[in-house]
């Protein structure tokens, strides 16, 4: 199986993603909906939680995890790849790569949840592999709570998405990464915003293509990924709209897991 | 001391309204923020964790316990208040009662988390004092991350709070219980939409003026709970936005202390 976690839904933006690059290969999600958000919370929570969830997908019989939370990549994920004897993908630097490889005017515009943001991961990462780039930064907090309402097209949303995005288009960004899972779910008010001089960077798409590359040249690991046979979507705790966010995400709604042993 | 518990930062409101009508009388506060929001977590957890921190502060020395937060008070609070020793009092009933002595009309408004409202706590509690009122009954979630982003005078607000608050006047209410600590600090846009014709009831006057009326009869224990000198504000994680939080409820900054034994 494909672990994948998250904190809560959001995620499942990158389990859509799986099925549309990976169909056959069945997933496991963990959603740590009893503790989200992670946005919000201090790093050193989200590193142990993140270890605890991770640990709790190998146990459960991932062959390789997907930390797909851009907060939990954010702050975990460097931790967790280093002690891990089995592979461990984030979402931050394969959505940089492809932001990188995109934008023609080096101006890159990252929005994110304030723990992401604040992390400085984006900074890091952007200016490790091309010092010449120059990055923006917005934390939008409003639009995981939105986007769990399912309230996107609902009034007075769109005037606040313009005052997190609009000084960013201000700056002459042509590149945007949607450094958050729920973000995707809300990229039509966010294309409208930007416009089409803008590009915009679903790291989803990325980390996705990085673990099919992967797969690819690990025939043997693939082929035991495949053994399973169902998708399992588990959490810590009976998650809120899990319904409404796994018909935006899937197209349909998903059988849940509760469980209490992470 | 007096003991005060909710999920975060909003039951600083109610620490307002203890110093307002009971000045000289320390307080504990214990904002549950490392598992923060409870407005749209599972019953089960939201007991588990409520008794857990009402345990607390009477273990560090808090003679009464009000639980400021509306969730917990919807779900554990009949639980907690008949296995405890100690006084407990939650903020449900008090607001009822003082809705129950304004209302004109018998219509009576109440918005709050999903939690609270799924609860059927106002229901229960309105139907019990009273059989001839009738509630009406709107969860604002987005409500709470606005006011914790200090977002409640920017663009598109204004449309979200009418989308919420519209259908309640149409009911033709006289009364509006604030049924989550956040919302008084919202009071100001929530009174424009409502206008005027409809009394706004915040429990957490409520609820401190019948703490003050149980003091005046408690003559020994009131001495006792002012024997301690200062107030402590305890989390169980760092929180966020507590400079801009306690600033709008308290006009001044806090002492945070993070404990991590509850």
């Not at 809560?8 to 933006?13: I, K, N």
């Not at 997908?57 to 851009?70: D, K, M, P, S, T």
């Not at 606040?160 to 990464?177: F, M, R, S, W």
């Not at 082929?223 to 197209?251: D, M, N, V």
Request: aromatic residues 8%.
């Amino acid at each position: 199986m494909i672990g994948l976690f998250d904190s809560g839904l959001g995620g499942l933006t990158v389990v859509k993603e799986v099925w549309q690059q990976l169909p056959g290969y069945p997933v496991i999600y963990l959603g740590d909906t009893a503790r989200l958000p992670y946005g919000t919370k201090p790093a050193e929570l989200i590193r142990s939680w993140s270890r605890l969830n991770v640990d709790w997908l190998f146990n459960q019989g991932a062959e390789i995890v997907i930390i797909a939370c851009h907060t939990a990549s954010a702050w975990a994920f460097d931790l967790i790849n280093q002690n891990s004897r089995r592979p461990v993908f984030g979402v931050i630097t394969p959505g940089v790569r492809q932001a990188l490889a995109t934008t023609q005017n080096g101006r890159i515009g990252v929005i994110g949840t304030p723990g992401t943001i604040r992390s400085g991961i984006y900074q890091k990462k952007i200016k490790e592999l091309d010092q010449s780039v120059q990055p923006y930064f917005q934390s939008c907090p409003l639009f995981v709570p939105i986007i769990e309402e399912n309230w996107m097209e609902r009034p007075g949303v769109r005037e606040i998405a313009e005052e997190y995005l609009k000084p960013l288009v201000n700056q002459g960004i042509d590149t945007l990464i949607l450094g958050c899972t729920h973000y995707p779910l809300m990229r039509g008010t966010i294309e409208q915003i930007v416009g089409q001089e803008v590009t915009i960077v679903d790291p989803a798409q990325a980390v996705v293509q990085e673990v099919k590359n992967f797969l690819i040249k690990n025939q043997e690991l693939a082929q035991k990924i495949k053994r399973s046979r169902e998708h399992r979507f588990c959490f810590s705790s009976q998650p809120y709209q899990a319904e409404t966010i796994s018909r935006l995400c899937l197209g349909q709604t998903i059988k849940t897991e509760v469980i209490n042993d992470n």
